[in-house]
């Protein structure tokens, strides 16, 4: 069945120079998306995630903590830029990029950094609870989709979150590096936090450095890189 345009193609047309400009954004983003990404959640969990007990069964946790995550990035983007930025904050962004032919709903990123001058281009961040390291299918499952050209289809850059309800950062980065096929990197300027880097080729899409992290929802739990 064949797609129709949607509205952002038929205003932000791609050629090859205007995809080669939506890679540089990426990349010059990368560092500042993830930073905003790693201190919303720092203010995330020291003012809301010390007052909940995740050992109780909890409905919604997933779309709870990354809509609350998305406010508290908004906060920090709000403050640092008045507003004023080539990158807008997004939660359930969708990816029309990738979507099936209509009535078929398009793939949303639960988090996403937009380009302000043309978009079709996010910087997109999938998120997923964990209840203990080694439970990561689901995780593995969005890996693929960023491997596979249907999350940041048009960058060659993104990022997971792992929010760990138990255990520690390094038994999930253990679990993860077998299940990956790719080395995990330790980059100089997130070091100091739970944070890894791989890198993909892909086949119909820009070569992939993808960000993960770990991070963890209890105080109880002292976070270890």
């Not at 050629?15 to 010059?28: F, G, Y």
């Amino acid at each position: 069945m064949t797609r129709r345009p949607t509205f952002s193609e038929m205003r932000w047309p791609m050629d090859a120079e205007s995809a080669a400009q939506a890679e540089r954004w990426a990349e010059a983003v990368s560092a500042q998306v993830i930073d905003w990404t790693w201190r919303g959640f720092d203010q995330l969990r020291e003012q809301h995630l010390n007052q909940v007990d995740f050992s109780q069964p909890l409905e919604q946790v997933e779309r709870d903590l990354t809509s609350k995550h998305f406010i508290c990035i908004t906060q920090l983007w709000a403050m640092e830029t008045g507003g004023f930025s080539s990158i807008s904050p997004h939660h359930e962004y969708p990816e029309n990029e990738t979507r099936p032919p209509a009535p078929g709903k398009p793939p949303a990123y639960d988090l996403a950094f937009v380009w302000v001058e043309n978009q079709r281009v996010a910087w997109p961040i999938e998120a997923k609870v964990l209840q203990t390291p080694k439970a990561i299918a689901a995780y593995i499952g969005d890996v693929e989709k960023f491997v596979g050209g249907t999350a940041a289809p048009l960058t060659g850059h993104g990022g997971l979150i792992a929010y760990l309800l138990t255990g520690d950062p390094t038994e999930f980065f253990d679990e993860l590096q077998a299940g990956v096929h790719a080395k995990l990197e330790i980059i100089p300027a997130f070091q100091a936090r739970a944070h890894r880097l791989s890198h993909h080729q892909r086949n119909q899409a820009p070569a992939l450095c993808l960000h993960h992290m770990s991070m963890v929802c209890t105080l109880s739990t002292r976070p270890k890189n």
